[in-house]
C-alpha cells in the first residue's frame, strides 16, 4: 500500500509530540506537555485522514477497473457500429 502526503505528515508530526511530551516529563514543564498533547490529537487525526483517504483511493481504483473490465465484456459481446449499419440493409 502506498502513502499519501497527510499520512506522511501526521505520523512525523505524532512524533515530533511524542518527543516534546517525553522532553515536557523530563523538564518537569506540563506546559510543554500539555500541548504536546493537545497537538497530538490533531497529528493522529490528519494521518487517519490520510489512510481514509487511501483507502478512498484504493477502492475507487477498484471500481473503476471493473467498471472497465464490464465495458470491455459488453463491447465484445455487442456488434460494432458497422455490424448493425450492415444488418440494417
Known amino acids: 500500500m502506498s502513502t499519501n502526503k497527510d499520512q506522511v505528515r501526521g505520523r512525523i508530526k505524532?512524533?515530533?509530540?511524542?518527543i516534546k511530551?517525553?522532553?515536557?516529563?523530563l523538564l518537569g514543564?506540563?506546559?510543554?506537555?500539555?500541548?504536546?498533547?493537545s497537538q497530538s490529537f490533531l497529528d493522529k487525526a490528519q494521518a487517519k485522514f490520510g489512510d481514509v483517504k487511501?483507502?478512498?483511493k484504493q477502492s475507487c481504483k477498484k471500481r473503476c477497473g471493473d467498471f472497465r473490465?464490464?465495458?470491455n465484456r459488453l463491447g465484445a459481446d455487442a456488434p460494432n457500429?458497422?455490424?448493425r449499419?450492415?444488418?440494417a440493409r
Open 14 to 18: 505524532e512524533a515530533k509530540g511524542k
Open 21 to 25: 511530551k517525553v522532553a515536557g516529563k
Open 29 to 37: 514543564d506540563n506546559s510543554l506537555q500539555a500541548r504536546a498533547k
Open 54 to 56: 487511501q483507502r478512498v
Open 69 to 71: 473490465n464490464e465495458l
Open 81 to 83: 457500429n458497422s455490424q
Open 85 to 87: 449499419i450492415e444488418k
